[in-house]
C-alpha cells in the first residue's frame, strides 16, 4: 500500500466467547472488503475464544495482529478507523462516544439477547451498523459511513432530579 495512512479496524469480543466473529473477520473475504475499503491494518481482541487468528492475511496487504485481553480497550478504539464490536452496551458505547464508526455483530448463541434489541434501536437511528456473522461481509461491502449521525448522550440532569424527588431528597 505504499507509504498511506494508516487505516485501523479495531474488533472487539469483550470478556467473552465470541469465535464466530473472529472467524468471520479473519475470512479472506472480510478482508478483502476491508481492503477495498481502504483498510490497512486489522486488530482482533479475541477475548476468551479458542479460533486464532492468522496473522498473515494471504494475498491482501491488510496487516493482521491479533490479542486475548487489555487493561483498556480505549486506545485500540482511539486510533481506530472503524470499530466491529460485539453487541455489549460497554463496548458500543465507549465507540459510540469517542466518535469512531460501528458495525456491531449479534452474538446469536445468547440465550437471552437483550443486546440486539440495543444494537437494532442504534442501527434504526443510524448511529451504528448492525450484523450478523453470516451477513457481515455484506454489511461491510454495503456500509456508507456517511449516513452515521453521532451520538449525543442524552442530558442526565432531569432524571437524577425525577430520582432525587422520588427519594424525598431536595431540589438542588
Known amino acids: 500500500m505504499g507509504g498511506g495512512e494508516r487505516r485501523v479496524v479495531f474488533v472487539t469480543v469483550g470478556t467473552t466467547c465470541f469465535d464466530a466473529l473472529v472467524k468471520v ?3 479472506e473475504e472480510v478482508k478483502q472488503a476491508l481492503l477495498q475499503k481502504g483498510y490497512t491494518h486489522l486488530v482482533i481482541q479475541m477475548g476468551r475464544g479458542t479460533y486464532m487468528p492468522t496473522e498473515a492475511s494471504g494475498n491482501s496487504d491488510l496487516q493482521v495482529e491479533h490479542f486475548t485481553f487489555s487493561p483498556s480497550i480505549a486506545d485500540y478504539i482511539r486510533e481506530a478507523s472503524l470499530v466491529i464490536s460485539h453487541a455489549g452496551s460497554g463496548s458500543i458505547f465507549e465507540t459510540l462516544r469517542l466518535g469512531k464508526p460501528l458495525i456491531v455483530v449479534v452474538n446469536e448463541d445468547l440465550m ?12 434504526e437511528r443510524n448511529h ?4 450478523h456473522p453470516q451477513t457481515l461481509l455484506e454489511t461491510v461491502e454495503a456500509m456508507d459511513l456517511n449516513v452515521l449521525q453521532p451520538y449525543m448522550p442524552g442530558e442526565a440532569k432531569p432524571v437524577v432530579a425525577l430520582i432525587n424527588k422520588f427519594l424525598g431528597f431536595p431540589d438542588s
Not at 128 to 131: D, G, K, N
Request: charged share 25%; glycine share 0%; proline share 0%.
Open 25 to 27: 473477520v479473519d475470512s
Open 128 to 131: 451504528l451498523f448492525c450484523a
Open 112 to 123: 437471552d439477547n437483550h443486546q440486539s434489541e440495543l444494537a437494532d434501536e442504534l442501527a
